[in-house]
C-alpha cells in the first residue's frame, strides 16, 4: 500500500479512528508543543490542528507515526499488527529497492517563492518545548544532500532552528552522513553544500530517511520498496536536487562553509535536553515551495515519539545484518522505543559469556549509538519486554554476566547520562548484560527448568487446557458472534461499518442482537472476536472474519416496515390487468 501524500495518510487514519481534528485556535508558542507531547506521552492519536494563531492559510499535522498502529496504517498493514509483524513485513520490503521516477512537475511546487519573497516566518515553525533556543522546523523532515564526488544522493532526518527570515541553523552530528559529507568535502573546498529539506512527504518517505544505513545507502529507492511503488521526484529550482513531488514543503538551502549561527539547546528524542546552546551549522534559504493550504508535520519530540518508533525498524535491523556478518548466531534484534534508541535486546540460538561479548565488541567498532544490550537465549521472546527484564533478572549473572567496552570519538553525543565534557570528545561506553545460561552448563541437570505452562506440563495436557479454559475466559464456547448479509463480498477490511450481529454465548441471551459500529479484519485473534457469516437465507459461510466493535447503536433502525413489500405491491399495482 502506497499513499501518494501526507494528505491520504491524513484520511487513512480519520477512517481508522486514530486521528483527533482540532478546530479550536491554537498557539504555535508552546500550546501545539504541549498538546503533541501529551499525546505522544498518551499513546493518543495524531493530531491535526486546523486553526493556528498567526497562520489562517495553514494547518498542522503532529505525530504521524508515534505507535506502531500508525506504522502499520503506514505501511499498509492490519492496524493491529504485532511489532514482530510490523518488523518482519520492514525487513522483507527492506530488500526490494524500487527506485525512483523522475517527474516535470509536483505538487509541492503550487506556491514558489524566492529571494526577497522569502521569509521562514511566514510558516507556522513552533515553539515546542520552553526553554528551546528557538522555533523549529525540522523535527519531521527529511533532507536531501549530496556527494560532490559521486552520484550518492541521503535522506536523512535533522533538526534546524530559524535564525532569520532567510536562515536557518542545524546541529547534526559531524559522524552524520551529511556532517561528514560537509566537513570532508565543502568545508575544504569553501563552497556552500547545496541541501533541500523536505516537510510532509509521504510517511513511508520518512520512515526510509530513518533508516541507518551506513555511507552510499540509496534511502528513495528504500522508500520504494516500502510502498511497493517508485517515489515521484522532481527537481529543485535552485539546484540539482530531487525532492518527492507531492511533499508538502520544500526549503532549498545552502549550507555556508565559512560561518556559524547560535542553535539549541532543544528537548530531544532520548526525553531530555541535554545540549547546550552553541554553534550550529548556518543555512541560507533561496526558496521554499508548497502546496496550496499547506500542511506542516510535526513531531512532538521527547520521551516516546516518531523519531524512537520509526528508527527502531531500521536500527534493529542494521543491527541484525551487522552481527550475522561476523558469524553471531543472531535470531531477533528489537529496539524498543522506549529506551530511545540507547538500548536493544539480541536473541541467539546459541548464549555463553563469549557471544554476548562478541556482540559487544561488534557493535562498538563503529558508531556507536547503543549504551545499553540485552543479549538473550531464542526461548525468549525480544519483543516482550516483560521476558526480557525476567531474563535480565533471573539469568545475568552481576559478577560474570556484565561486559562494558570504552570508547572515544564516536559516542552518541545526545545520550543524557554523559558529561559536557564526554559529549565534546565522544567518550562514552556500552554495557552488555549476557541474560543466557552459560554453553558449559548441561541441560539436563544444570539448566533450570522453566516453570511456565508451555515448558512444564505435557503438551496433550496443554491442549486440553486451553479448550477447557476458552469457555470460562470468554464465556463463549464454540463462536463468538454471527451476522446476516445479502452480498457477502461487499464486507470490507478495515473500515467502519454497521452491523447487526447476534450473541452465539450459550445460555439464555443466546442470540440477543446488537446494532453495532465495528471494523472488520482478515486475522482472528481470539474466538471472542469471531465473525460468522451467514447469508440471508441462512447458509453459514466457512471462515469468519475478526471484528472490534467500536461502539453500540440503537437497536431502534429507522424505516417502514414491511417497505419492500409495499414496493412490490405497489409496483404490481400500477401495471394493467392482463387477460387469460
Known amino acids: 500500500m502506497e499513499w501518494r501524500d501526507t494528505r491520504e495518510f491524513i484520511e487513512?487514519?480519520?477512517?481508522?479512528?486514530?486521528?483527533?481534528?482540532?478546530?479550536?485556535?491554537?498557539?504555535?508558542?508552546?500550546?501545539?508543543?504541549?498538546?503533541?507531547?501529551?499525546?505522544?506521552?498518551?499513546?493518543?492519536?495524531?493530531?491535526?490542528?486546523?486553526?493556528?494563531?498567526?497562520?489562517?492559510?495553514?494547518?498542522?499535522?503532529m505525530?504521524?507515526?508515534?505507535?506502531?498502529?500508525?506504522?502499520?496504517?503506514?505501511?499498509?498493514?492490519?492496524?493491529?499488527?504485532?511489532?514482530?509483524?510490523?518488523?518482519?513485513?520492514?525487513?522483507?520490503?527492506?530488500g526490494q529497492l524500487i527506485p525512483p521516477g523522475l517527474v516535470q512537475d509536483g505538487p509541492c511546487k503550487e506556491v514558489v517563492k524566492r529571494d526577497d519573497e522569502v521569509d521562514l516566518f511566514s510558516l507556522p515553525a513552533p515553539m515546542l518545548h520552553e526553554g528551546d533556543g528557538g522555533r523549529y522546523l525540522g523535527t519531521w523532515d527529511l533532507v536531501v544532500s549530496a556527494d560532490p564526488t559521486s552520484p550518492w544522493v541521503n535522506w536523512g532526518i535533522y533538526r534546524f532552528m530559524l535564525y532569520g527570515r532567510r536562515h536557518l541553523t542545524g546541529f547534526p552530528r559531524p559522524t552524520s552522513h551529511l556532517g561528514k559529507v560537509f566537513l570532508d568535502h565543502y568545508v575544504p573546498s569553501k563552497k556552500p553544500m547545496p541541501i533541500a529539506i523536505v516537510i510532509g512527504a509521504d510517511p513511508l518517505c520518512h520512515l526510509a530517511a530513518s533508516a541507518t544505513y551506513q555511507l552510499g545507502g540509496d534511502e528513495v529507492s528504500l522508500a520504494g520498496g516500502l510502498r511497493g511503488k517508485a517515489v515521484e521526484i522532481v527537481r529543485c529550482e535552485t539546484s540539482d536536487l530531487l525532492v518527492p513531488a507531492t511533499a508538502e514543503i520544500v526549503i532549498e538551502a545552502e549550507v555556508l562553509p565559512d560561518r556559524v549561527g547560535l542553535e539549541g539547546p532543544y528537548g530531544e528524542y532520548p526525553g531530555y535536553r541535554t545540549g547546550e546552546m552553541g554553534n550550529g551549522i548556518l543555512c541560507r534559504v533561496n526558496t521554499i515551495t508548497h502546496r496550496h493550504h499547506p500542511i506542516l508535520t510535526v513531531d512532538a519530540t521527547g520521551y516516546k515519539d516518531d523519531s524512537a518508533t520509526i528508527t527502531s525498524m531500521s536500527g534493529a535491523l542494521a543491527i541484525k545484518r551487522r552481527l550475522e556478518r561476523h558469524g553471531i548466531p543472531v535470531v531477533d534484534v528489537y529496539v524498543p522505543p522506549e529506551g530511545a534508541v540507547h538500548a536493544a535486546v539480541v536473541a541467539v540460538r546459541q548464549g555463553g559469556g563469549e557471544i554476548a561479548r562478541k556482540t559487544l565488541e561488534v557493535l562498538t567498532s563503529r558508531r556507536?549509538?547503543?549504551?545499553?544490550?540485552?543479549?538473550?537465549?531464542?526461548?525468549?521472546?525480544?519483543?516482550?519486554?516483560?521476558?526480557?527484564?525476567?531474563?535480565?533478572?533471573?539469568?545475568?549473572?552481576?559478577?560474570?554476566?556484565?561486559?562494558?567496552?570504552?570508547?572515544?570519538?564516536?559516542?552518541?553525543?545526545?545520550?543524557?547520562?554523559?558529561?559536557?565534557?564526554?559529549?565534546?570528545?565522544?567518550?562514552g561506553a556500552t554495557v552488555a548484560f549476557d541474560c543466557t545460561w552459560p554453553r558449559e552448563w548441561s541441560s539436563e541437570w544444570e539448566v533450570p527448568v522453566k516453570a511456565t505452562f508451555d515448558t512444564i506440563f505435557p503438551e496433550p495436557l496443554q491442549k486440553k487446557i486451553i479448550q477447557q479454559t476458552k469457555s470460562y475466559e470468554t464465556g463463549i464456547h464454540d463462536r463468538g458472534w454471527e451476522t446476516f448479509v445479502r452480498r457477502p463480498e461487499d464486507l470490507r477490511e478495515g473500515i467502519e461499518i454497521p452491523l447487526i450481529i447476534r450473541d452465539l454465548t450459550p445460555g439464555p441471551k443466546k442470540y440477543a442482537l446488537r446494532h453495532v459500529i465495528g471494523i472488520l479484519s482478515r486475522k482472528t485473534e481470539n474466538v471472542k472476536e469471531a465473525l460468522w457469516v451467514r447469508t440471508v437465507v441462512g447458509k453459514l459461510l466457512p471462515e469468519p472474519w475478526g471484528l472490534k466493535i467500536i461502539h453500540e447503536l440503537p437497536i431502534e433502525l429507522p424505516g417502514t416496515p414491511y417497505q419492500d413489500a409495499y414496493k412490490a405491491i405497489r409496483a404490481a399495482q400500477s401495471k394493467p390487468h392482463e387477460r387469460g
Not at 499513546?43 to 491535526?48: A, D, E, F, K, T
Open 63 to 94: 505525530n504521524p507515526l508515534a505507535t506502531w498502529r500508525r506504522v502499520a496504517i503506514a505501511m499498509g498493514l492490519l492496524p493491529e499488527s504485532s511489532v514482530r509483524e510490523i518488523y518482519k513485513e520492514y525487513e522483507k520490503r527492506e
Open 12 to 61: 487513512a487514519l480519520r477512517r481508522s479512528g486514530d486521528l483527533t481534528v482540532v478546530e479550536e485556535e491554537t498557539h504555535w508558542d508552546l500550546e501545539l508543543g504541549a498538546m503533541g507531547r501529551l499525546a505522544c506521552e498518551r499513546g493518543s492519536p495524531s493530531l491535526w490542528f486546523k486553526r493556528i494563531t498567526d497562520y489562517p492559510d495553514w494547518t498542522v499535522f
Open 368 to 427: 556507536a549509538l547503543l549504551s545499553k544490550i540485552f543479549v538473550v537465549d531464542s526461548d525468549v521472546d525480544p519483543f516482550d519486554m516483560g521476558m526480557v527484564l525476567h531474563a535480565f533478572a533471573t539469568k545475568c549473572h552481576p559478577g560474570k554476566g556484565i561486559h562494558v567496552v570504552r570508547y572515544e570519538g564516536r559516542a552518541n553525543t545526545l545520550t543524557p547520562c554523559y558529561s559536557q565534557e564526554e559529549r565534546i570528545r565522544q567518550q
